[in-house]
């Protein structure tokens, strides 16, 4: 059986944000600058929450099982 598209999209994006916050993480005790990687991360958060959101509009995937942390 094949998973929904947008269920991989956000499943990915979950993915792409933590590996993200861990790259801002090293940065940080690095001392780095992490200007650039916070605005990606806050641009995936976005397109994270647009796309649960189209999905529970049309009845899609359960929001509760697809949180982020």
Do not use: F
């Not at 780095?32 to 641009?43: N, S």
């Amino acid at each position: 059986m094949e998973e929904d598209p947008d269920t991989y999209r956000i499943l990915r994006l979950r993915a792409e944000i933590l590996e993200l916050g861990s790259a801002i993480r090293q940065l940080q005790r690095e001392g780095l600058d992490d200007a650039a990687a916070q605005l990606l991360i806050t641009r995936k958060r976005a397109q994270l929450d647009h796309l649960v959101k189209m999905n529970s509009a049309k009845g899609g995937l359960n929001i509760a099982d697809m949180q982020c942390d």
